[in-house]
T-cell receptor
Framework: ETGVTQSPTHLIKTRGQQVTLRCSSQ?????VSWYQQALGQGPQFIFQ???????GRGNFPPRFSGLQFPNYSSELNVNALELDDSALYLC?????????????FGSGTRLTVV | AQSVTQLDSHVSVSEGTPVLLRCNYS??????LFWYVQHPNKGLQLLLK??????LVKGINGFEAEFKKSETSFHLTKPSAHMSDAAEYFC???????????FGTGTRLQVFP
């Protein structure tokens, strides 16, 4: 049983650019959640996807968007990057009925905006 | 709204001595509470979870936490620290309305030989 895989592991972008981060969920998990962890802070909920639909969103602007695919993998897209978007982006997957009790986190993508 | 407050940003202990990481929670209903650990350049690993069963919860690697409703606390303890316990620890509450996790600001645990 594979865990949650995120790619790339590290990324450097210029302010104003767009970025796409990818997440492969754990086998059997159909729910994917994304979190942003700024340096020295706890992770903050961005949004969650369930059966390819957004199923809850945190306090993030619309330039943060996502997708979930039929195989339950997911993408996080960020447009018009700002310096404050520099953070570790974590993906977590869970299976039906487990909710937050069954989260499995990936190792994250470290995004640096310069 | 649910929230958690981690009372210490840094805790330092000697190897072999007890560990205590403190967390208070705020919730309008019976919460689901978790402790996660994050080692450098790693993702988050679940240590233990409380979901309204036994108030003393045992987790992995010898950690345990006690849910105290009267004190709105969920402190993490371990009888004897190991060097490998050095990491960032997060106290977390689950928002049942939105199925999301709400993290504390973290406690960095240092273990000295």
């Amino acid at each position: 049983e594979t865990g949650v895989t995120q790619s790339p592991t590290h990324l450097i972008k210029t302010r104003g650019q767009q970025v796409t981060l990818r997440c492969s969920s754990q086998s059997g998990h159909n729910t994917v959640s994304w979190y942003q962890q700024a340096l020295g802070q706890g992770p903050q909920f961005i949004f969650q996807y369930y059966r390819e639909e957004e199923n809850g969103r945190g306090n993030f602007p619309p330039r943060f968007s996502g997708l979930q695919f039929p195989n339950y993998s997911s993408e996080l897209n960020v447009n018009a990057l700002e310096l404050d978007d520099s953070a570790l982006y974590l993906c977590a997957s869970s299976s039906p009925g487990q909710g937050t009790s069954g989260y499995t986190f990936g190792s994250g993508t470290r995004l640096t905006v310069v | 709204a649910q929230s958690v407050t981690q009372l210490d940003s840094h805790v330092s202990v000697s190897e072999g001595t007890p560990v205590l990481l403190r967390c208070n929670y705020s919730s309008s209903y019976s919460p689901s509470l978790f402790w996660y650990v994050q080692h450098p350049n790693k993702g988050l690993q679940l240590l233990l979870k409380y979901t309204s069963a036994a108030t003393l919860v045992k987790g992995i690697n010898g950690f345990e936490a006690e849910f105290k409703k009267s004190e709105t606390s969920f402190h993490l303890t371990k009888p004897s620290a190991h060097m490998s316990d050095a990491a960032e620890y997060f106290c977390v509450v689950s928002d049942l309305n939105t199925d999301k996790l709400i993290f504390g600001t973290g406690t960095r645990l240092q273990v000295f030989p």
